[in-house]
């Protein structure tokens, strides 16, 4: 793995958009694999700039969001196809139906983890997976558990996760029970990930996902195994890696 720590914010966001453009510039019909939260924002400000400059276009590229809120419903503020709307696909060329997200409103939600799960396979491999974590170690919505699940699945949000996002809601109440994530089997079949991590809460967590053993109570820990993973880290996030 290759783990690069930057002095500031700006470094980071240029490095991730970078890496998404250059692949993008070498391979216009590249499947981008994307994340949602607040650590992927500036890195979607860059590829916009990017974009506006005529220096990359997504017109051949094809998208798949890791995970979106069950009930929730799309046009919703905090839902994730709003979120992607807002800080990607309303200012690039992305087809509509090039950009895939799961539907936390389909009537079964077991059967819309199937259709996520063919689209996915029609698609054959995402080249780049865009990642977050979460302060538990989850990575799109696996939550740490005794097992996981290899695809798109149905997920019970673990309180810790709630109350995290709960900055993005009006309440804790508001903030959904459950959600659609990609499964850790689809995640780690990505030819690379790009792992994105900020801040000062997040360095013990990345420490040990990165360099602790590999155990399905944190999921993260998983990346360990993959023969691509790139890690960027703020200099906060990184005090840990010396
Ligand atoms: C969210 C998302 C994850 C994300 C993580 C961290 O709930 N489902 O994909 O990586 O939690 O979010 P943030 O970047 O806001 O810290």
Redesign the pocket.
Known sequence: MNIHTFKNEKELNEAGAGIITGLVQMQPSAVLGL???????GIYEELVKAHKKGHVSFKKVTTFN??EYVGVPENHPES?HTYMKQHLFDHIDLPADHANIPDGNAASLEEECLRYNRELEKAKQIDLQL?????NG????NEPDHSLVSGTHVVK?KPE?RS??ARYFASIDEVPTH?L?MGVGTILKAKSILL?V??AD?ADIIHRALTGPIQTELPATLLQTHPNLVVLLDADAGRLFV
Request: hydrophobic letters at 40%.
């Open positions: 994340a949602t939260g607040g650590t992927p924002v890791l995970d994730y990642l977050g974590i979460g302060h989850h990575i799109g919505f949000l996760t995290a996002n959600a994530t994105v900020r801040g997040k």
